[in-house]
Structures are given as C-alpha cells and as structure tokens.
C-alpha cells in the first residue's frame, strides 16, 4: 500500500507528526500546499493531518475536495492542537469537522501539539491577543481550565508533542 502522510501546519508542530507517521508507516510526508493534482494519483490510502484553529482542522476542506476527485479514496485524519488530550476532544472535532456520513467511515485522531506565539502570522496574532484579553478581563475563579492553560503557554514557545502518541495511528494503518 503505498501512504501518503500530507499536512498543513502553521508553526511546525502537525508538520513534526507527519514525519513521525510517515516514517513508521514508510510512506511520504508531503506539505498539502506543495501538492500538485497528480500527485494524489500515485497513493492507495492518505493520513492527512491540520492544525486546529477554532476547533476547525486546517487545509481539511481543501484536502476533502482532493479527495473528491480520486475514485474511491481511502483517508484517515489527525488534528493536531494545543489543547491536552481529553475523552471528549476526539468527538467535538468529528461533528465540527466530518460530515455525518464521514464520521460512521472515517476515523480522526487527535495530538497535543504545542503554542509558539511568535511564529504565528499577523492575523492569527491578532486573533490570540483578543483572546488573551478576553480570558484576562475574567475573575482568576471563572477561568476554565483550558483558559488557564492558554494564559500559562501564551509568552514562551511550548511543546507537548511525543512521538509515542502516535501510536494508535500507526497500528490502525497497519490493521487495514
Ligand atoms: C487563531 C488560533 C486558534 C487556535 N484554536 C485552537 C483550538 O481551537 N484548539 C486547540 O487545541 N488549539 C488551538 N490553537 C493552537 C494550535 O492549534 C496549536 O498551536 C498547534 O500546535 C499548531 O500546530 P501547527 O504548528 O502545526 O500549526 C489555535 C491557534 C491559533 C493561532
């Protein structure tokens, strides 16, 4: 079977998880932007893999609309964000980011990656200083725990990736 690992990341962290998976599934690691129409033509089966920006999965829409124009394709996908993994993560970003009937066919994997806010372009900076300002202007007792979080990796680049979390991608790849 010959893998396609294709990602769109913005400061480097989903790019990091593409390569792991590529290289223990032996497939290729391709940025989605880079890729040409034909070169979908040479794969059996894709793990595509975006970053989340608003519980939205980055470049999916356009990868989905790649993924139209093959005959039958065979995909999985891995968000990747800052967010610490929890039980009930996986199930928000499938019903905000598959269709119904993509969800009973197509499994979704989430990953922490990590926070570098001077990486980020002006808009999405913008974006997290509003954010920022939101969270500071609630009393300390009203913070959620993923505001507190956020608040904590905001001024230094933090990373949580870890190779082993992959893991369960992998085995399931290798099941089919
Ligand atoms: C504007 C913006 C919105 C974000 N929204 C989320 C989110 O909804 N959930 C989350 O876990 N992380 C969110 N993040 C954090 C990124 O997903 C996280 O930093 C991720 O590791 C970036 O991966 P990348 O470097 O591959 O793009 C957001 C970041 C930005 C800049």
Not at 63 to 72: C, G, I, Q, S, V
Not at 94 to 111: D, H
Not at 134 to 162: A, C, H, L
Request: proline residues 3%.
């Amino acid at each position: 079977m010959r893998i396609a690992v294709v990602y769109t990341s913005t400061t480097g962290f989903t790019q990091k998880y593409a390569k792991w998976i590529a290289e223990d599934l032996d497939g290729d690691c391709l940025a989605l932007k880079d890729m040409k129409i034909e070169d979908f033509y040479k794969y059996d089966f894709f793990v595509y893999g975006g970053s989340l920006h608003a519980v939205g999965i980055n470049g999916l829409k356009e990868f989905k609309e790649r993924m139209e124009t093959l005959e039958n394709p065979k995909w999985i996908v891995f968000a990747v964000g800052a967010t610490p993994v929890k039980d009930d993560v996986v199930p928000l970003l499938m019903s905000e980011n598959l269709t119904k009937e993509e969800q009973k066919r197509i499994k979704l994997f989430y990953f922490r990656g990590g926070f570098d806010y001077d990486a980020l372009n002006f808009k999405d900076k913008m974006m997290m200083l509003l954010l920022k300002l939101k969270i500071k202007m609630k009393p300390q007792k009203d913070r959620t725990p993923d505001e507190k979080g956020m608040i904590n990796v905001y001024d230094q680049r933090t990373d949580f990736s870890q190779k082993k979390s992959i893991d369960r991608l992998v085995a399931y790849v290798r099941s089919l």
